[in-house]
């Protein structure tokens, strides 16, 4: 069974919607994919140690999902619907385009940092299911361009920019960005960090400013004022 939407989920046994416990005891299945999926990658991983880490019986998991493929691209929308959530709660009453960014990426990075199984699975759906890491990225793309389109309207970025084009691009940037910084990281004692480093979300707002406002240059001061020629 291949999972394409948002919509309220269904049991594949009974064809009907679950009730609310159904839906709390397919939440804990998972939680528990999302911990297996990232600790032993999609081919290592079984539904036997799905429902033992959930604390669920085997026959129970049927109820909720038909494979090993099924819940593992239940969990990429999952992750999808629970990162794009993040982001936008982050990102309410911000100011600009900019600060939306600015706050935006700070709501990706605090889940990534909770959440650091969304690089795998996500990078595990394109041999797993490469539909399901398309819709991932499509779908966080799709409401990207919608708020660069209104911020070109409202003069916040410059007109002459391609906003699927900066879409990718943005998308792209806070991927690695994230990987670089949360899910590389390590402190003394091997542990990563739970937050992205303030500078480092700084710098990144520097580049987007300059990059997307049609002002940026002019506000910027002279790189080579003082020095001497």
């Known amino acids: 069974m291949t999972v394409h939407t948002d919509d309220p989920p269904i049991s594949p046994a009974t064809g009907r919607p679950l009730t609310k416990r159904g839906q709390q005891t397919r939440r804990r299945l998972l939680e528990a994919a999302e911990q297996v ?4 990658g999609y081919h290592e991983a079984s539904i036997v140690k799905i429902t033992d880490s959930a604390g669920v019986a085997l026959g129970t998991f049927y109820l909720y999902f038909d494979s090993k493929q ?3 691209e239940a969990l990429v929308v999952d992750l999808n619907s629970r ?3 993040s982001m936008s709660e982050a990102m309410a009453g911000a100011a600009d385009r900019i600060e939306a960014e600015r706050l935006g990426f700070e709501g990706f990075f605090r889940f990534t940092a909770q959440h650091p199984a969304l690089y795998r699975v996500v990078r595990e759906a394109e041999f797993v299911s490469p539909a399901m890491l398309k819709l991932h990225y499509e779908r966080i793309v799709d409401g990207y361009r919608a708020g660069l389109a209104a911020a070109q309207r409202d003069g916040e970025i410059a007109a002459e920019l391609d906003t699927e084009v900066v879409a990718w691009a943005l998308m792209g940037a806070g991927e690695l960005i994230g990987m670089r910084y949360l899910l590389w990281e390590r402190d003394a004692d091997g542990c990563p960090p739970e937050q992205i480093d ?3 979300l700084e710098g990144m707002t520097a580049f987007i400013t300059r990059a997307l406002r049609p ?6 001061p002279d790189a080579t004022e003082g020095v001497q020629r």
Do not use: G, K, N, Y
């Open 37 to 40: 999926f990232a600790d032993l």
């Open 70 to 72: 099924s819940i593992f």
């Open 198 to 200: 303030p500078a480092v």
């Open 83 to 85: 990162v794009r959530h």
């Open 215 to 220: 002002d940026a240059t002019a506000t910027e």
